[in-house]
C-alpha cells in the first residue's frame, strides 16, 4: 500500500491571482509529487511500507522524515487554502483568536512577524495547546507540529521559496498578503473543533 498523493481541493487556477496555476502546477505536480515518489521508495519492502503517512512520520529520522513530513504538509497546506476564501475569520476561531491575540489584525501582524523571519525553508503554524489557547509556532525545513502531542495544528503556510518565487520573486511580505485572501477558515475551524 503506497502512500498516494491526494488531489488537490482546487483547479490550478482557482486561487488566481493571489497563487497562480503555474506555482501550483510546479508546487503540485514536481514538489509534492516528488516528496509522495520519494518516501514510497524508502518505505518500500520495510516494517513501515503499510503504514498510514502520520505512523511513519512519527518513526522516522533523516530523509524518510523529511518526505513524509513534507507530504503531510503539503497535503494541510492545500487544505488551509480555498478560492473565494480569507478574510476575518468566522465561527470558533475567530473567538479563539481574539482571545488569544487580541483581535485579528493583531493575530495578523504576530503571524506575518513570525512568518517574515521565519529563515530559510520553513513553514509558520497556528495550534491549539492542550489548555485551548491559540500559538503560532515555526519549523524549519519539514519539521512539523505533527510530531507534537500537545498542540493540534490548525493553519499553516508554506514559506519554501517554491511557494511563492514564481509569483512574488522573494518578497515574502506580498505573498503573506495573497495568503490572507485564501484562507480557508472552515477548514480552521474543522480543525479547531
Ligand atoms: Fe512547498
Same mark, same amino acid.
Given at each position: 500500500m503506497a502512500i498516494e498523493l491526494p /488531489?488537490?481541493?482546487? !483547479?490550478?487556477? /482557482?486561487?488566481? *491571482?493571489?497563487?497562480? /496555476? &503555474?506555482?501550483? +502546477?510546479?508546487?503540485?505536480?514536481k514538489h509534492h509529487a516528488t516528496y509522495v515518489l520519494k518516501l514510497n521508495a524508502l518505505i518500500e519492502g520495510t516494517d513501515l511500507a503499510n503504514s498510514s503517512? &502520520?505512523?511513519?512520520?512519527?518513526?522516522?529520522k533523516g530523509p524518510r522524515f523529511n518526505n513524509a513530513a513534507q507530504v503531510w504538509n503539503h497535503t494541510f497546506? $492545500?487544505?488551509?487554502? @480555498? *478560492?473565494?476564501?480569507?478574510? /476575518?475569520p468566522t465561527g470558533a476561531i475567530a473567538t479563539a483568536i481574539e482571545k488569544s491575540f487580541g483581535s485579528f489584525d493583531e493575530f495578523k501582524a504576530a503571524w506575518n512577524d513570525k512568518a517574515v523571519n521565519n529563515f530559510g525553508s520553513?513553514?509558520? $503554524?497556528? %495550534?491549539?495547546k492542550s489548555d485551548g489557547t491559540l500559538d503560532i509556532v515555526n519549523t524549519s525545513n519539514a &519539521? +512539523? *507540529?505533527? +510530531?507534537?502531542e500537545t498542540v493540534t495544528t490548525l493553519l499553516t503556510v508554506d514559506l519554501w521559496e517554491h @511557494?511563492?518565487?514564481? !509569483?512574488? =520573486?522573494? %518578497? =515574502? *511580505?506580498?505573498?503573506?498578503?495573497?495568503? $490572507?485572501?485564501? %484562507?480557508? $477558515? !472552515?477548514?480552521v475551524n474543522q480543525n479547531f473543533a
Open positions: /488531489a488537490l481541493p482546487f !483547479d490550478k487556477n /482557482a486561487l488566481e *491571482p493571489h497563487i497562480s /496555476a &503555474e506555482t501550483l +502546477t510546479f508546487h503540485y505536480e503517512l &502520520e505512523e511513519i512520520i512519527k518513526n522516522s497546506y $492545500w487544505n488551509c487554502l @480555498a *478560492p473565494n476564501a480569507g478574510g /476575518a520553513s513553514w509558520t $503554524w497556528l %495550534v491549539k &519539521e +512539523t *507540529p505533527l +510530531t507534537d @511557494a511563492y518565487y514564481i !509569483d512574488y =520573486r522573494n %518578497v =515574502r *511580505p506580498n505573498y503573506l498578503n495573497g495568503f $490572507w485572501a485564501l %484562507v480557508n $477558515w !472552515d477548514f
